[in-house]
């Protein structure tokens, strides 16, 4: 379940993991410290207390005063009902070398010259522990199962043993130091927690935003055409970064082998179709001219009334438009004794001019060309064909703009007119022959000067310029 998650929910929360993880260990680990550090204050208390106690304790033992003793014992308790520590003795006994209570903080419950076991289970573990560590040095006795610690200490004088001190704290004791500073760490764990998981969280996010962001492009891939996956991604030296520019490259490099490959399909689509026309148009042409002469004798040399006449006319029409078609069809580019020069602009510019007048366009004419060594009739059925077709597109009143230039290489015809632009849907057929993309024509113009251009070795493109619709064909020159 937590493998199929996103990033953007994997990294916080593994952060957001790791930071609870590290508090609670922190916390966890100061709780016990604290724990220790309050036994280890007890203890030294305790030993300090004991020590001067049993010093104290060794005049009144000597003299058997046991009142005196007594008094001593519950001197602490005095002192520590003043103080209202939590950490205080419960008990204090004296125990002579028998191991029997001597004198007692409490002796109602710890009854003189009884035996150390009487007093309960523990302090008869306490006894035995006693007979089995006898040396004359203070001891801190943590017995297992009972419910408290014991601090012994020996009664010396003149380095005889007159007894053993023992003095009794409740393990209960610890407990409301211990929730005091457990509850303020417990407090100070949630404020941390509350700055720094939104701070995880949110870095977290930010980091794994920019693998979102790749994924998501990369599972565009192959359902989007690659000119359509615009991804705004993280740029930067970093790993992360480096995947990023890469992809973009990548995707860069993908737009440009689909244009290519639309380039190829279109190429191979037009060579197709100029071959499949080309052989129906000399199919076409033997039965046609045949026709013609029919007609054109029976005009000439019948005998014939006026309807049939008029139907011979009718069908001689036909037939000549059938034959314009089937002409246009069969372009093939054989050189010419002339090469294309100025005098083939002038003569461009002056058959174009009636059209140009009748749409009150406004023609922009910027020739700089001399004698090239190229088919004159060619180029000027390519200037022709494209110049007609932008005055025709061009509102009333328009412009028209036309510019030939040359270098050593190449000749460049660029022909502009304003106007709606051509759709988009359209722009990838718009050489095919049949295709139209204004109401009238045959839709044969563009596709024949395709083939003209293509089979002189050129290219030619068509694009939207914002208000204006240009064509460009370059063809080079032969050397």
């Known amino acids: 379940m937590f493998r199929d998650l996103s990033f953007r929910y994997k990294i916080p929360l593994r952060g957001t993991v790791l930071i609870l993880i590290t508090s609670f260990a922190i916390t966890a680990a100061l709780i016990f410290r604290a724990y220790d550090d309050l036994k280890q204050d007890l203890i030294a208390n305790a030993e300090g207390l004991a020590g001067v106690m049993a010093h104290t304790l060794v005049p009144a033992i000597l003299k058997d005063d046991i009142w005196h003793a007594f008094e001593i014992v519950r001197t602490p308790f005095s002192a520590a009902a003043l103080t209202r520590s939590s950490l205080q003795a419960q008990n204090i006994l004296i125990i002579n070398n028998d191991n029997n209570i001597y004198v007692a903080s409490d002796p109602e419950r710890f009854q003189m010259h009884s035996p150390l076991t009487t007093a309960g289970a523990e302090f008869a573990l306490l006894e035995q522990q006693l007979r089995q560590n006898s040396d004359a040095t203070s001891q801190v006795l943590d017995l297992p199962q009972t419910e408290h610690?014991?601090?012994?200490?020996?009664?010396?004088?003149?380095?005889?043993?007159l007894g053993t001190l023992v003095i009794s704290y409740p393990?209960?004791?610890?407990?409301?130091?211990?929730?005091?500073?457990?509850?303020?760490?417990?407090?100070?764990?949630?404020?941390?927690?509350?700055?720094?998981?939104?701070?995880?969280?949110?870095?977290?996010?930010?980091?794994?935003?920019?693998?979102?962001?790749?994924?998501?492009?990369?599972?565009r891939i192959g359902r989007e055409s690659p000119d359509n996956l615009h991804c705004d991604l993280y740029e930067s030296k970093d790993e992360i970064g480096q995947v990023g520019t890469r992809f973009k490259a990548m995707l860069h490099e993908l737009q440009i082998k689909q244009s290519l490959e639309q380039q190829v399909i279109a190429t191979e689509r037009l060579a197709a179709v100029g071959q499949l026309t080309a052989s129906i148009a000399h199919e076409i042409n033997n039965p046609l001219g045949g026709m013609l002469n029919t007609i054109s004798t029976q005009k000439r040399y019948g005998h014939n009334d006026a309807m049939t006449d008029?139907?011979?006319?009718?069908?001689?029409?036909?037939?000549?438009?059938?034959?314009?078609?089937v002409s246009a069809l069969l372009v093939e580019a054989r050189q010419s004794s002339r090469d294309f020069g100025p005098e083939d602009m002038d003569d461009i510019r002056t058959l174009i001019t009636p059209d140009i007048q009748r749409q009150q366009a406004k023609l922009k004419w910027d020739v700089r060309v001399g004698t090239v060594p190229l088919s004159a009739s060619l180029i000027r059925q390519i200037l022709i064909n494209l110049l007609l077709n932008a005055v025709k597109a061009t509102p009333s009143r328009g412009r028209v703009f036309c510019r030939v230039t040359t270098d050593t290489r190449k000749l460049v015809l660029h022909i502009c007119n304003s106007g709606e632009p051509i759709p988009e849907k359209q722009m990838s057929h718009l050489f095919e022959p049949f295709v139209h993309y204004r109401a009238d024509g045959n839709g044969l113009g563009l596709w024949v000067c395709y083939q003209i251009v293509t089979q002189l070795?050129?290219?030619i493109e068509a694009a939207n310029r914002d208000d204006e619709t240009c064509f460009t064909a370059t063809i080079p020159i032969p050397s």
Do not use: M, N
């Open 149 to 161: 610690l014991y601090v012994t200490t020996p009664i010396i004088s003149d380095k005889v043993r």
């Open 171 to 219: 393990r209960e004791g610890f407990t409301p130091r211990f929730v005091r500073f457990a509850g303020r760490a417990a407090i100070a764990t949630l404020i941390v927690l509350g700055a720094l998981l939104p701070l995880s969280w949110y870095w977290g996010t930010r980091l794994a935003d920019p693998l979102v962001k790749l994924a998501g492009c990369l599972g």
């Open 310 to 325: 008029k139907t011979l006319a009718l069908l001689e029409r036909g037939l000549l438009q059938i034959k314009d078609t």
């Open 457 to 459: 070795g050129g290219t």
